[in-house]
Structure formats: C-alpha cells, structure tokens
Nanobody, 115 residues
C-alpha cells in the first residue's frame, strides 16, 4: 500500500517560514519523482515544486527564490522549505508521486499566512 503522510504547516505571519514534510511508504522512494502542489480556497490545485530521483528540482515561478524542495532517501521523505511567506501562499499543500500510472497524494496540510 502506497502512503504519503504529511506533517508541518500551520499559521505564520507574512515574511515567516515553515517546513512541510512528506514521508512515504510502499514505494521505492529513491527512484520516484516527488512533487508538492497547493490548492487555495475556491481555486484549482497548482503545481509548486518537484524533485527528481537525481535531485534536480523545478519550481513554479511564484515560489522561485523563496521555496526549496529537498529529499532524504534514507528517510523516504520529501521536504518543502518555505521562506518569505506571503499571504497569497495560504492554501492546502499536498505532496504527490506517481506509480504504475496512478497519482498518489498526501492527506494535505493547511498553511495560513497572516498579514
């Protein structure tokens, strides 16, 4: 059974930082591309960042220079370090991977940035 279990998130003031974690089980984590998405109330789910098995990362323009995605293959965990948070970063954040043609998602983590 593939499981993605998220932790982190919460309430932070604008300009602050948070770190999200997503620990996986049921997959050979080190070969998987991992990604983070977010969904604000009333909006579609948007891509935030992804990291490949070789450690190369790519980011949505709206988080470049502020967010960093990383992975720890020893702990089967992907992280999203979020710095210089803005009110518009408020959303539910989800980690994601794919296996055998199917997407798997974490349970979601709420991030609220206050002004």
């Amino acid at each position: 059974q593939v499981l993605l279990r998220q932790s982190g998130g919460g309430l932070v003031q604008a300009g602050g930082s948070l770190r999200l974690s997503c620990r996986t089980s049921g997959i050979n984590f080190k070969i998987h591309r991992m990604a983070w998405y977010r969904q604000a109330p009333g909006k579609e789910r948007d891509f935030v960042a992804a990291i490949s098995s070789d450690g190369s990362a790519n980011y949505a323009d709206f988080v470049k220079g502020r967010f960093t995605i990383s992975r720890d293959n020893a702990w089967n965990t992907v992280y999203l370090q979020m710095n210089s948070l803005k009110v518009e970063d408020t959303a539910d954040y989800y980690c994601q991977t794919a296996w055998k043609g199917r997407d798997y998602w974490g349970q979601g983590t709420q991030v609220t940035v206050s002004s």
